[in-house]
């Protein structure tokens, strides 16, 4: 198991900012690839960015490409979502993935989830 943990949503207005954290306690979050996803009330799990093992590739959906970051700190067994320009479709409970052999965009091959953290974006 890896006990992953989210923090940073809450509720912003459009145009805002948000930080999300995801940390992990007990594991070396350096052995996996890490991705964010999230879901909207309705819909289904919907990718959002990953990011390799040492931080070198990253990869992004197309809806939040130029406004979204991913990043880690190994040192510190943490990623980071930082999201900007934030819309009200945005707006969803975002989980963080963790897998040690997988690196992409499919939710389903991620091992690992942390509880998600929920993110309001008002109009």
């Known amino acids: 198991q890896v006990p992953l943990v989210e923090s940073g949503g809450g509720l912003v207005q459009a145009g805002g900012s948000l930080r999300l954290s995801c940390a992990a306690s007990?594991?070396?979050?350096?052995?996996?690839?890490m991705g964010w996803v999230r879901q909207a009330p309705g819909k289904e799990r919907e990718f959002v960015a990953a990011?390799?093992?040492?931080?070198?590739?990253?990869s992004y959906a197309d809806s939040v490409k130029g406004r979204f970051t991913i990043s880690r700190d190994n040192a510190k067994n943490t990623v980071y979502l930082q999201m900007n320009s934030l819309k009200p479709e945005d707006t969803a409970v975002y989980y963080c993935?963790?897998?040690?052999?997988?690196?992409?965009?499919?939710?389903?091959?991620?091992?690992?989830w942390g509880q998600g953290t929920q993110v309001t974006v008002s109009s």
């Open positions: 993935g963790a897998d040690p052999v997988y690196y992409g965009s499919s939710p389903n091959e991620y091992d690992y």
């Open positions: 007990g594991r070396t979050l350096s052995s996996y690839a």
């Open positions: 990011i390799s093992w040492s931080g070198a590739r990253t």
